[in-house]
């Protein structure tokens, strides 16, 4: 079966930084996404790593390590609206079919002024 | 440009009625899927499309149905719903773009079968 693990909470201030760990299980991975949930919200997608090493986009980085089947959001200067759940996704090919996400339960971060 | 909207927004249902779910998209995508949210279960996904005409089965399929007679959209159907589809369910389409498969998601519908 597919499985991605990731820690369901994670606190920090203002400003500071948090990186939320996500560890994967899965067969026909091609890829690791993340994804932003605020409260009552859609998900709306952060960052995607195809190959190993660090995508940056502004003040989030995602990383991606193929051989520990292991990633990591990075959130820097984090701000009060960061404070949302946070999903890491296997992207999975299934033969000429790609593109199906397999989702963690989900991180909760809290930033507190 | 609405992007992904999904009708209706909330629902109310009794053990054993029918309904569905409409999800229309005006991005052009070719794929679209449906999930299920659950508290502390992450998206599920339950069954998706890379075509017009065609449809396949994900995570958590059973007791559900689902069409997709035209591109844009995306119908998800229950059709004799149970207390455990209650959940908010989320449809999302996809074009892949050259920094992986973004995908664009709904704003929900919430649903509870009594």
């Known amino acids: 079966g597919q499985s991605l693990e990731q820690p369901s909470e994670v606190t920090a201030v203002e400003g500071a930084i948090v990186q939320i760990n996500c560890t994967y299980q899965?067969?026909?991975?091609?890829?690791l996404s993340w994804y932003q949930q605020h409260d009552g919200g859609a998900p709306t997608f952060l960052s995607y790593?195809?190959?190993?090493g660090l995508e940056e986009t502004g003040r989030f980085s995602s990383f991606l390590s193929r051989s520990d089947s292991y990633g990591y959001l990075l959130l820097q200067e984090l701000q009060m609206k960061d404070s949302a759940s946070y999903f890491c996704?296997?992207?999975?090919?299934?033969?000429?079919?790609?593109?199906?996400?397999?989702f963690g339960r989900g991180t909760q971060l809290t930033v507190w002024p | 440009n609405a992007g992904v909207t999904q009708t209706p927004k909330f629902r109310v249902l009794k053990t054993g009625q029918s309904m569905t779910l409409l999800c229309a998209q005006d991005?052009?995508?070719?794929?679209m899927y449906w999930y299920r949210q659950d508290p502390g279960m992450g998206l599920r996904l339950i069954h998706y499309s890379v075509g017009e005409g065609t449809t396949a089965k994900g995570e958590v399929p059973d007791g559900y149905n689902v069409s997709r007679l035209k591109k844009q959209n995306f119908l998800l159907g229950l059709e004799s719903a149970a207390p455990s589809q209650t959940s908010v369910y989320f449809c999302a389409s996809m074009y892949r773009t050259r920094k992986g498969n973004e995908q664009f998601f709904g704003p929900g519908t919430r649903l509870t079968v009594l």
């Open positions: 790593n195809a190959l190993d």
């Open positions: 996704a296997a992207c999975i090919s299934r033969g000429s079919t790609l593109g199906r996400l397999y």
């Open positions: 991005m052009n995508h070719e794929y």
């Open positions: 899965t067969s026909g991975f091609y890829g």
